[in-house]
């Protein structure tokens, strides 16, 4: 049997990465939520920071933290939220704030603007990697006593954040590729071409080929790693990454590495990948 026809209820079988299967991709959002703010109650209690590695993809999550804290009122002074990536220009800077495409635009209108003023985390506490001043990701963490959780999405080609794999030949082993830090880099073309199916009407050239992000090395050092999956083209990386072993041609699948790494997906990324022409 190869990794496509493994069926739905053996995904996960045998690997240690931890999977669970939700219904509907609303059930994964406020999956993603409810941990969040279950994280937030725990460390408040014990009177510590929590500190958040926090994609944009998957997104609907934000707006469901925000609801659950202005009703609880949870304390969010003492709360980190560290951005995985962010979209670069020509000049290898932030791309404009008012892009349609800007990560830290989406975070402000979908989570830090939906958060009642009395509670929302400290601008200072709102953390983006920045061109030129990439060991400054690292330096916060060490500052804040690590990572409490990383969560995140996953790309078509089995990426995080935007570590993207290495080009096929590459020789690259899993220790580098796991060690790789906080950086610039040039996307690679299936998460451009991915990239405008969900967010540029397939539009290609309207998505910037540059881009910052968090490093494998930030992501795997967290104490808890959570990544969802909900698209329909997902169904067969995440076979991939599950079951195709340790590779960097897969970066997803060093999760596998880790003490405490959750994979959480729809009933429709279980599904099987099947060819059809249409």
């Given at each position: 049997?190869?990794?496509?026809?493994?069926?739905?209820?053996k995904?996960?079988?045998?690997?240690?990465?931890?999977v669970?299967?939700?219904?509907?991709?609303?059930?994964?959002?406020?999956?993603?939520?409810?941990?969040?703010?279950?994280?937030?109650?725990?460390?408040?209690?014990?009177?510590?920071?929590?500190?958040?590695?926090?994609?944009v993809?998957?997104?609907?999550?934000?707006?469901?933290?925000?609801?659950?804290?202005?009703?609880?009122?949870?304390?969010?002074s003492?709360?980190?939220?560290?951005?995985?990536?962010?979209?670069?220009?020509?000049?290898?800077?932030?791309?404009?704030?008012?892009?349609?495409?800007?990560?830290?635009?989406?975070?402000?209108?979908e989570?830090?603007?939906?958060?009642?003023?009395?509670?929302?985390m400290?601008?200072?506490?709102?953390?983006?990697?920045?061109?030129?001043?990439?060991?400054?990701?690292?330096?916060?963490?060490?500052?804040?006593?690590?990572?409490?959780?990383?969560?995140?999405?996953?790309?078509?080609?089995?990426?995080?954040?935007?570590?993207?794999?290495?080009?096929?030949?590459?020789?690259?082993?899993?220790?580098?590729f796991?060690?790789?830090?906080?950086?610039?880099?040039?996307?690679?073309?299936?998460?451009?071409t991915?990239?405008?199916?969900?967010?540029?009407?397939?539009?290609?050239?309207?998505?910037?080929?540059?881009?910052?992000?968090?490093?494998?090395?930030?992501?795997?050092?967290?104490?808890?790693?959570?990544?969802?999956?909900?698209?329909?083209?997902?169904?067969?990386?995440?076979?991939?990454?599950?079951?195709?072993?340790?590779?960097?041609?897969?970066?997803?699948?060093?999760?596998?590495?880790?003490?405490?790494?959750?994979?959480?997906?729809?009933?429709?990324?279980?599904?099987?990948?099947?060819?059809?022409?249409?």
């Open positions: 049997m190869t990794y496509e026809d493994i069926p739905a209820e995904l996960g079988v045998g690997c240690p990465i931890a669970e299967i939700v219904d509907e991709e609303i059930d994964l959002y406020w999956a993603i939520a409810l941990d969040m703010a279950e994280r937030v109650r725990v460390n408040n209690a014990k009177g510590q920071a929590t500190v958040f590695i926090v994609p993809g998957p997104v609907g999550q934000y707006r469901r933290f925000a609801s659950i804290c202005n009703k609880e009122r949870l304390d969010l003492r709360v980190h939220f560290i951005n995985m990536d962010e979209y670069l220009d020509e000049e290898w800077q932030w791309i404009e704030y008012s892009s349609p495409f800007s990560f830290r635009r989406f975070m402000d209108e989570c830090y603007g939906r958060l009642d003023p009395s509670i929302v400290p601008a200072a506490n709102r953390i983006f990697p920045e061109p030129g001043k990439e060991e400054k990701i690292q330096h916060r963490i060490d500052e804040l006593g690590g990572v409490d959780t990383c969560y995140g999405g996953v790309g078509i080609n089995g990426h995080i954040a935007f570590n993207e794999p290495p080009e096929k030949g590459d020789a690259v082993s899993v220790g580098e796991a060690s790789r830090p906080t950086r610039v880099l040039f996307l690679s073309r299936e998460t451009r991915i990239n405008s199916v969900t967010a540029a009407s397939v539009y290609i050239d309207l998505i910037p080929p540059r881009c910052i992000t968090v490093g494998m090395k930030e992501i795997l050092s967290a104490r808890r790693i959570r990544l969802y999956m909900n698209r329909e083209w997902q169904k067969g990386i995440v076979r991939k990454l599950l079951h195709g072993g340790i590779d960097p041609l897969v970066p997803a699948s060093l999760l596998a590495l880790h003490r405490d790494a959750k994979l959480t997906i729809t009933s429709t990324v279980a599904q099987k990948p099947l060819g059809r022409l249409r």
